[in-house]
């Protein structure tokens, strides 16, 4: 018996922005800690290493760090969160979602060049976008798109378990 191969259509595989797993949560949030505390330890060192301003140079380093940039709004039980990540491709983004808000790491690759316009080789930077949601969601419900360079999210809301149980005591009787 014969087995048959769809053809290749010679595009480019689609990517899609990558949703952090429950197991990845913590080494995401280790990434993010580290991102902050190389920007504090800068602002320390720019300061001339006066002591006695660790706090101001954290909270200036995570306000530097942690960029707004994310857009949320509500449509029936989901919420729909999107950003544009102009220069972003698909696979270099991350997101990592809680029950209370979301944070996107996106990933940017620049061609660094001489002054003769020749490539001497590439800088990765990295962006972090957040934003505390205002209801809870449900994680495990997200998908990501990533389209024109802008990412949408799409996540169910968090309903709690008091409207979870009436709700089902409605739909039995």
């Known amino acids: 018996m014969a087995t048959s191969k769809p053809a290749l259509s010679g595009t480019i595989p689609a990517f899609t922005p990558k949703i952090v797993a429950e197991s990845e949560k913590e080494s995401f949030h280790q990434s993010l800690q580290e991102r902050i505390a190389e920007r504090a330890y800068s602002l320390y060192e720019t300061s001339g290493r006066e002591h006695g301003n660790a706090d101001q140079h954290w909270l200036q380093a995570e306000s530097e760090v942690l960029l707004q940039g994310l857009e949320v709004r509500e449509s029936g ?6 950003a544009a990540l102009p220069d972003i491709s698909a696979e270099d983004v991350e997101i990592c979602l809680e029950p209370g808000h979301v944070i996107v790491r996106a990933k940017k690759r ?5 002054s003769g316009s020749q490539t001497q080789g590439l800088m990765q930077t990295e962006v972090f976008l957040v934003r505390s949601l205002p209801v809870e969601i449900e994680p495990s419900t997200a998908s990501a798109a990533f389209k024109d360079q802008k990412l949408t999210l799409m996540v169910k809301k968090r309903y709690p378990e008091s409207a979870k149980d009436s709700a089902s005591a409605r739909t039995a009787s």
């Open 110 to 114: 620049e061609a660094i060049q001489d």
């Open 77 to 82: 039980s989901w919420l729909s969160i999107n």
